[in-house]
């Protein structure tokens, strides 16, 4: 049959006939250290989803990864929220070098806060940053992308929202802090960790 023929054929590939075979994308298994507010779906996973579903509305939870990572590395996420801002969506994820130091959004490196739709801000160590895009689209996913150029890049889909020179070489770990008390656009779902990098169309 087709394997007699190839062999006939030396200069036929199987690639030449079917194409090159799928990119299968390895995710990371993630395990995070939760406060006690917090409500966590399959951790221990390579998806993760998590919400603060009571306690009070402040900076005051947060959860992350133990294991640290290098570039090239991307963080993917999925978040909720409103068109405009009604406090409910109050909640930051990043990928930190000092994930321990508290649950503060504070001490977040770089971190994603989209908490409406018609608004995007980065916070850096506790500093607003307004960054060149700010509405977003709810239904595309996040990427947040450590880069071996030294770059962090936040993508929304095929979006650049924001880019840093946050210098080549560093350990970063998935790090969060929480505020408002809501289980639809109080959170991430499907948060999820691949060793490559996002570049707006594809991992590369």
Do not use: C
Not at 111 to 135: D, F, W
């Amino acid at each position: 049959m087709i394997e007699g023929w190839l062999r006939t054929q030396p200069s036929v590939k199987i690639s030449d006939l079917f194409g090159p075979p799928p990119v299968v994308l390895e995710y990371e298994t993630l395990t995070f250290v939760a406060s006690g507010n917090l409500t966590v779906s399959n951790n221990g996973t390579t998806s993760v989803n998590i919400f603060k579903t009571s306690g009070s509305a402040t900076w005051d939870n947060q959860a992350y990864v133990n294991t640290g990572y290098t570039a090239p590395v991307t963080l993917e996420f999925n978040k909720a929220a409103p068109a405009t801002d009604d406090s409910s969506g109050y909640t930051m994820i990043s990928l930190n070098a000092d994930p321990t130091t508290d649950a503060s959004y504070t001490s977040l490196d770089w971190a994603a806060y989209p908490y409406a739709t018609n608004q995007y801000s980065v916070y850096h160590n506790g500093s607003s940053i307004t960054p060149p895009v700010a509405a977003w689209n709810a239904s595309n996913k996040w990427y947040i992308v450590y880069a071996t150029d030294g770059f962090i890049y936040h993508y929304n889909g095929s979006t650049l929202m924001y880019s840093v020179n946050k210098g080549a070489g560093g350990t970063v770990y998935i790090d969060s802090s929480f505020y408002s008390v809501n289980a639809t656009n109080g959170g991430f779902s499907n948060i999820r960790l691949i060793k490559k990098a996002w570049n707006g169309t594809a991992y590369v």
